[in-house]
């Protein structure tokens, strides 16, 4: 007597995001059909080939960001469109940063009912202002302005406080095996006046 053979079904990992692009969140409306097991990375070019009017310079130049959007939410949507506004702060959604992440990462049972994904091309980006620009010229002309400027200080700063061990801040204090007190003043980031100071 033989028995019935039963093949293992493989489980179907492909879920579909329904994706909004920033600059056209009402018109511009699609939906993506990929596998959780995919990357990041591959996302990105699904979307860039789906797209590819849109996202004409490769999929590297889109940036993404998970959301949980009402489908007849049309108030966030509009502010969406305002380029003074983040993403996060219209949404509360997360930004996707990296490629090598798991789509699953972001998005392992999405809501039926919400929208996903929120899509930009970034050719004209800062990423100090975290703003994107119409144009390149627009964009070159706000990175000669005060205001980036202002930014990049601000950025720089953050990066290099006192409690960041690798920092250049004025005042920070290295160890040194060599010295019992196990640190070495520096009075500035001249690597000079660091050799005097360890002579004395």
């Known amino acids: 007597m033989d ?3 039963y093949e293992e079904m493989a489980e179907d990992t492909k ?3 329904k994706c909004i692009i920033k600059e056209n969140p009402i018109e511009g409306q699609f939906t993506i059909k990929i596998d959780t097991d995919d990357f990041i990375c591959d996302l990105r070019e699904a979307i860039k080939e789906k797209q590819r009017g849109t996202f004409t ?3 590297l130049s889109i940036k993404l960001w998970s959301v949980n ?3 007849g939410s049309t108030a966030v949507l509009e502010q969406l469109q305002n380029a003074d506004l983040t ?3 219209v949404t509360g959604g997360t930004r996707i940063i990296g490629g090598f992440s798991k789509v699953e990462k972001y998005f392992n049972n999405p809501d039926l009912n919400k ?3 929120v899509v930009q091309a970034v050719q004209n980006w800062c990423d100090v202002y975290d703003k994107g620009f119409a144009s390149k ?3 070159n002309k706000h990175k000669e302005s005060n205001t980036h400027d202002k930014m990049l200080d601000r950025e720089r700063k953050a990066k290099n406080s006192p409690s960041d061990p690798d920092s250049d801040v004025e005042g920070f204090h290295d160890y040194d095996e060599g010295n019992e007190n196990n640190f070495i003043p520096y009075a500035s980031n001249d690597i000079t006046a660091f ?3 360890t002579d004395n």
Do not use: A, F, Q, R
């Open 3 to 5: 028995l019935p053979v």
């Open 15 to 17: 879920v579909t995001l």
């Open 57 to 59: 310079y490769g999929s």
């Open 69 to 71: 959007i009402d489908i």
């Open 87 to 89: 993403v996060e702060s």
């Open 115 to 117: 929208i996903h994904l």
């Open 137 to 139: 010229k627009t964009l």
């Open 195 to 197: 050799y005097k100071e």
